[in-house]
């Protein structure tokens, strides 16, 4: 590949896309505001809007080229101020290929080849044929010679011994169904909800309370309540069946494949030797019954914040993890050391939860009589102060740690040793005069740190961690 | 390695930071003067500004004459072949441990008031965080520089 070449033009129509996705927010309200107007001045405007959009994206896609030299991958694009980028193949560190749903209807891909170093953006080629894909990958990751048999390889990966895990239909389903999302598209819902204020005249209600027999104010107001949480509920179900559909990991040499998606088809690549830590979180409604959902840490290439922790299964039995892991990236070793919250700390952790929502109490009740109502909340806050009490816990030997930590949701962390960065005790005055301490330690994550924390441990315990980091040998319990 | 480092950085840090801070310290002003246009406007009862000003201004003292000499007095480090220990803090104590092999790069740098003191401050950067050193006199900055450099290659080495 030695000529400068194109993307398909359906390149110009995905462009086109990106900025009507990117701008949903505000095209929604100028069209809420400019259908208000009656002449038509403004759909004189709102094509300008749009013609001039597809025609930023028509040249664009004729600007951009891009070609393999040697073991460079050299884009030019840019349609005001040209780019040039040049990436060459060892600084690449992973080439991602998706298929949106445009993309799949003509048989097209999407090629994001990240690299490392900051300051570079990755470079993306939005859409280009399967084959030249895989083509383009093989080249950049010097396998030139076996870019014929992987090829063959994807085509038939079910006949091969790839290794390989996926999410049955079943596990699917209670996924979406556990998902709890519901709660913050509920706050979206509400906050949308907030702005249809025009719709809610008095006439309106009048019209709607005199309709429905036997409605109420109070009955109307649960009647909303419910209904948002029916429909936010049906989104984020809808969500997590679009997104983990034909979910499947594959292992490779020196990589983990992973596969994800109706509509929009995600392949993403995870070198071994990026994985920084895992994290296995149990969330509220699914730890009840057993499952959880497990996260990889990756580190080194540039990413946006919200791809550094990468769901590397989004539904697994929690019995069923440790077979997983030993499979499919290292095994699980007995920890040597474990080490919990000693028992004077336990009041600590029943009243801490408690804190903020004192406070919170006081204020609400401050402006409202009926506020005192809310100190009931006081039993489940001291509840889940009991649940991270037992379910802090870190254990550790010569080669990796977990750690165990209960926010609202459980969490554990597994990472080696050499990934651990920084290790971190620190004390407020309170928890000095306990001669307790708090134990902070730090994996890489994109280009920044992720923090796990376990609270309240005994200061000789937590020492004892500082000396496992640095590699020196710690007393081992008998 | 459990026992608390014991170099004390150098005492002109008191100094340097009482002049920073009281820089820096001018900012908490704008509070004040924040709230003093709704005040005016009776939006929000007048004494909310009047008790907000004077706290300003006690926070500013403490700022000056309280917190450096903690901060000082608290701060120790010590560097060997195992990593970098650092002890701070003012109200929470953070003891902080950098194995030598995490270790990515050290800078020293030197601010306007550092310069005039003749200090520098170390940063240690590890693929995920910045830890910083404050206020050492320029020669044993360069020095610690090129010591923690130097263990961190051996380290390299030794893997």
Same mark, same amino acid.
């Given at each position: 590949?030695?000529? *400068?070449?194109?993307?398909?033009?359906?390149?110009?129509?995905?462009?086109?896309?990106?900025?009507?996705?990117?701008?949903?927010?505000?095209?929604?309200?100028?069209?809420?505001?400019?259908?208000?107007?009656?002449?038509?001045? *403004?759909?004189? *405007?709102?094509?300008?809007?749009?013609?001039?959009?597809?025609?930023?994206?028509?040249?664009?896609?004729?600007?951009?080229?891009?070609?393999?030299?040697?073991?460079?991958?050299?884009?030019?694009?840019?349609?005001?101020?040209?780019?040039?980028?040049?990436?060459?193949?060892?600084?690449?560190?992973?080439?991602?290929?998706?298929?949106?749903?445009?993309?799949?209807? *003509?048989?097209?891909?999407?090629?994001?080849?990240?690299?490392?170093?900051?300051?570079?953006?990755?470079?993306?080629?939005?859409?280009?044929?399967?084959?030249?894909?895989?083509?383009?990958?093989?080249? &950049?990751?010097?396998?030139? #010679? #076996?870019?014929?048999?992987?090829?063959?390889?994807?085509?038939?990966?079910?006949?091969?011994?790839?290794?390989?895990?996926?999410?049955?239909?079943?596990?699917?389903?209670?996924?979406?169904?556990?998902?709890?999302? @519901?709660?913050?598209?509920?706050?979206?819902?509400?906050?949308?909800?907030?702005?249809?204020?025009?719709?809610?005249?008095?006439?309106?209600?009048?019209?709607?309370?005199?309709?429905?027999?036997?409605?109420?104010?109070?009955?109307?107001?649960?009647?909303?309540?419910?209904?948002?949480?029916?429909?936010?509920?049906?989104?984020?179900?809808?969500?997590?069946?679009?997104?983990?559909?034909?979910?499947?990991?594959?292992?490779?040499?020196?990589?983990?494949?992973?596969?994800?998606?109706?509509?929009?088809? #995600?392949?993403?690549?995870?070198?071994?030797?990026?994985?920084?830590?895992?994290?296995?979180?149990?969330?509220?409604?699914?730890?009840?019954?057993?499952?959880?959902?497990? @996260?990889?840490?990756?580190?080194?290439?540039?990413?946006?914040?919200?791809?550094?922790?990468?769901?590397? &299964?989004?539904?697994? #039995?929690?019995?069923?993890?440790?077979?997983?892991?030993?499979?499919?990236?290292?095994?699980?070793?007995?920890?040597?050391?474990?080490?919990?919250?000693?028992?004077?700390?336990?009041?600590?952790?029943?009243?801490?939860?408690?804190?903020?929502?004192?406070?919170?109490?006081?204020?609400?009740?401050? @402006?409202?009589?009926?506020?005192?109502?809310?100190?009931?909340?006081?039993?489940?806050?001291?509840?889940?102060?009991?649940?991270?009490?037992?379910?802090?816990?870190?254990?550790?030997?010569?080669?990796?740690?977990? &750690?165990?930590?209960?926010?609202?949701?459980?969490?554990?962390?597994?990472?080696?040793?050499?990934?651990?960065?920084?290790?971190?005790?620190?004390?407020?005055?309170?928890?000095?005069?306990?001669?307790?301490?708090?134990?902070?330690?730090?994996?890489?994550?994109?280009?920044?740190?992720?923090?796990?924390?376990?609270?309240?441990?005994?200061?000789?315990?937590?020492?004892?961690?500082?000396?496992?980091?640095?590699?020196?040998?710690?007393?081992?319990?008998? | 390695?459990?026992?608390?480092?014991?170099?004390?950085?150098?005492?002109?840090?008191?100094?340097?930071?009482?002049?920073?801070?009281?820089?820096?310290?001018?900012?908490?002003?704008?509070?004040?003067?924040?709230?003093?246009?709704?005040?005016?406007?009776?939006?929000?009862?007048?004494?909310?500004?009047?008790?907000?000003?004077?706290?300003?201004?006690?926070?500013?003292?403490?700022?000056?004459?309280?917190?450096?000499?903690?901060?000082?007095?608290?701060?120790?480090?010590?560097?060997?072949?195992?990593?970098?220990?650092?002890?701070?803090?003012?109200?929470?104590?953070?003891?902080?441990?950098?194995?030598?092999?995490?270790?990515?790069?050290?800078?020293?740098?030197?601010?306007?008031?550092?310069?005039?003191?003749?200090?520098?401050?170390?940063?240690?950067?590890?693929?995920?965080?910045?830890?910083?050193?404050?206020?050492?006199?320029?020669?044993?900055?360069?020095?610690?520089?090129?010591?923690?450099?130097?263990?961190?290659?051996?380290?390299?080495?030794?893997?």
């Amino acid at each position: 590949m030695s000529e *400068f070449r194109r993307q398909h033009p359906v390149a110009a129509v995905t462009q086109f896309l990106t900025v009507v996705r990117q701008n949903l927010v505000p095209i929604a309200i100028f069209l809420v505001v400019g259908t208000r107007n009656t002449d038509n001045f *403004f759909w004189y *405007f709102f094509a300008f809007g749009v013609i001039s959009t597809l025609i930023l994206g028509i040249v664009g896609w004729l600007r951009f080229t891009y070609r393999v030299d040697g073991d460079e991958l050299q884009i030019k694009k840019g349609i005001f101020v040209r780019k040039n980028l040049y990436l060459t193949k060892d600084r690449i560190q992973v080439i991602d290929i998706t298929e949106g749903i445009l993309q799949r209807i *003509f048989g097209l891909v999407k090629v994001e080849v990240k690299s490392a170093g900051s300051g570079t953006s990755s470079a993306t080629i939005s859409a280009i044929t399967r084959d030249e894909a895989l083509e383009l990958r093989s080249l &950049l990751r010097g396998e030139a #010679k #076996k870019a014929e048999e992987e090829s063959v390889e994807i085509e038939e990966v079910s006949e091969s011994d790839v290794l390989e895990w996926r999410l049955s239909g079943r596990d699917l389903l209670l996924a979406a169904l556990t998902s709890g999302n @519901f709660g913050l598209i509920a706050s979206i819902l509400g906050a949308i909800s907030g702005q249809l204020d025009q719709f809610i005249t008095e006439e309106n209600m009048y019209y709607i309370l005199d309709k429905v027999p036997g409605l109420g104010n109070t009955s109307l107001f649960v009647g909303v309540f419910i209904l948002i949480f029916i429909i936010s509920y049906l989104f984020s179900f809808i969500g997590v069946v679009f997104q983990y559909s034909d979910f499947k990991v594959e292992k490779k040499e020196k990589e983990l494949h992973i596969t994800s998606g109706l509509l929009e088809r #995600k392949h993403i690549t995870v070198p071994f030797n990026r994985i920084q830590a895992l994290r296995f979180v149990e969330g509220i409604f699914r730890e009840p019954f057993g499952y959880g959902m497990l @996260f990889v840490e990756s580190a080194g290439f540039e990413q946006k914040s919200n791809e550094r922790s990468i769901v590397l &299964l989004p539904f697994i #039995k929690k019995s069923k993890l440790n077979k997983f892991l030993s499979e499919f990236i290292e095994e699980v070793e007995q920890p040597e050391k474990t080490v919990t919250p000693p028992e004077r700390a336990f009041l600590r952790y029943l009243r801490r939860p408690n804190y903020i929502l004192i406070l919170t109490v006081l204020i609400t009740w401050w @402006f409202w009589d009926f506020g005192w109502i809310f100190f009931g909340f006081l039993i489940p806050a001291t509840f889940l102060g009991w649940l991270r009490f037992n379910d802090a816990k870190l254990s550790f030997n010569q080669k990796m740690m977990t &750690l165990q930590y209960r926010v609202l949701a459980k969490t554990t962390a597994f990472f080696k040793k050499n990934r651990a960065q920084v290790s971190e005790l620190t004390a407020n005055p309170f928890q000095k005069f306990g001669d307790l301490t708090t134990a902070h330690i730090t994996v890489a994550s994109g280009a920044g740190g992720k923090a796990f924390s376990v609270m309240d441990l005994d200061q000789k315990d937590a020492e004892d961690i500082l000396v496992w980091s640095t590699g020196d040998t710690y007393e081992q319990q008998a | 390695m459990t026992e608390l480092p014991q170099t004390r950085i150098n005492e002109n840090a008191i100094k340097a930071w009482r002049i920073s801070n009281t820089l820096i310290g001018l900012l908490i002003y704008v509070i004040p003067g924040l709230l003093y246009i709704p005040a005016m406007y009776g939006d929000i009862s007048v004494i909310i500004p009047i008790v907000a000003g004077p706290s300003a201004f006690i926070l500013h003292l403490l700022l000056i004459f309280v917190f450096p000499k903690i901060r000082w007095n608290r701060w120790r480090y010590d560097v060997n072949e195992k990593g970098v220990d650092l002890y701070r803090g003012i109200v929470i104590l953070k003891r902080t441990i950098v194995p030598v092999n995490r270790i990515q790069h050290v800078d020293t740098k030197q601010g306007p008031v550092y310069r005039k003191f003749g200090l520098s401050s170390i940063s240690i950067s590890t693929a995920a965080t910045t830890h910083e050193i404050p206020a050492l006199d320029d020669e044993t900055a360069a020095q610690l520089r090129g010591m923690i450099s130097e263990l961190v290659r051996k380290a390299k080495e030794d893997v």
